[in-house]
């Protein structure tokens, strides 16, 4: 009983320094950088994590844990969760408010640096450019690189601040899929009768079909201003992965098509998971349903189950993670809004 009550007191004694930290990032949250705000809830989070498994032990040990003083502490340590995955939650979506902008403009840059070299017959992706060391990561260093070579006038402090907003678990690099990213800008059909066509221009081409409103489109190259006041943007259809030319906005400044955020809607509970793989993942949390995921990766097929999925932020806690669209008996857990 003295061990179980050791380990209770070591529990309560790092609680009580972690609630009076919590309280400080919670009075402060508004000076904060969210970058910075979100560092110093991470490790808040990390910290609570191993507390309750602490108490777990304490609970399970020899001669076990007084029963009330435990549940006492385990309120504690959700009471604590629940704030800080709220001051998590502001953080993250202030850092979004303050980077998506540059996120987009390098996006569009990088997006006609690659449409250069595909003109060039360089058969190379996006990130085969910027891992100029071909190691399967883009360190900073080559990200600075990377996008210096693109069109466009950015500071090196605001390069390095999207790659911190990129590199999400501060690893001090970008594997393909937290790289890629930086160059995916989704656009949403606004009106009826819109056309897709092979090529921009006032000829525009074959046409190659009509998008239906509300059809999301991923930004491929532009968007271009053309002389008659038109703008146009080349995309492909997330529904069939057509490709071609979308007016933007017309010559009357009516916009077509518009880029904005995907959201997905929680239908069924479903797992938050680290890994696109269900069969080798490590499940964040429990997606309730009527939460809204932000998408940040397009649905993917896992190699494995066959699963649908998508990786998103979660708006109510900014947890970051995968999610299944549909499962194996064809239950429907998410679906876009």
């Not at 997330?238 to 933007?248: F, H, N, Q, V």
């Amino acid at each position: 009983m003295a061990q179980a009550g050791q380990q209770l007191a070591a529990v309560s004694s790092k609680l009580e320094a972690l609630e009076d930290n919590l309280k400080r990032l919670g009075d402060m949250a508004s000076s904060l950088e969210p970058s910075e705000a979100k560092d110093s809830i991470r490790e808040v989070m990390n910290t609570l994590q191993y507390l309750a498994q602490d108490l777990c032990a304490a609970r399970e040990g020899s001669g076990g844990a007084d029963a009330d003083q435990a549940a006492k502490l385990e309120k504690r340590i959700n009471d604590g969760t629940t704030k800080a995955s709220k001051l998590r939650a502001a953080a993250s979506n202030k850092h979004s408010l303050s980077m998506e902008p540059i996120r987009i403009e390098v996006a569009q840059a990088a997006l006609a640096r690659l449409a250069k070299s595909q003109k060039k017959d360089e058969d190379e992706d996006l990130f085969a450019l910027a891992d100029a060391n071909k190691d399967g990561v883009v360190t900073k260093d080559e990200f600075q690189a990377f996008v210096s070579d693109c069109p466009g006038n950015f500071s090196r402090d605001q390069v390095s601040r999207l790659f911190d907003y990129l590199d999400d678990d501060r690893s001090g690099r970008l594997e393909r899929e937290e790289f890629m990213r930086c160059s995916k800008v989704f656009y949403r059909v606004s009106r009826p009768s819109v056309d897709l066509v092979q090529t921009m221009g006032v000829a525009q081409g074959k046409l190659v079909r009509k998008l239906d409103v509300n059809e999301i489109l991923e930004l491929l190259e532009g968007p271009v201003k053309e002389i008659t006041k038109v703008v146009r943007a080349k995309c492909k259809a997330m529904k069939d992965g057509s490709i071609g030319w979308a007016t933007s906005t017309g010559s009357n400044g009516v916009v077509f098509v518009e880029q904005k955020k995907v959201h997905y809607q929680v239908k069924s509970a479903t797992t938050l998971t680290d890994v696109l793989s269900a069969k080798t993942c490590t499940s964040l949390r429990q997606l309730k349903e009527g939460e809204l995921l932000e998408v940040l990766v397009w649905e993917k097929t896992d190699p494995i189950s066959g699963l649908k999925r998508i990786k998103g932020r979660a708006l109510k806690d900014g947890a970051v993670g995968w999610a299944t669209v549909t499962g194996n008996k064809e239950t429907v857990h998410l679906t876009m809004v």
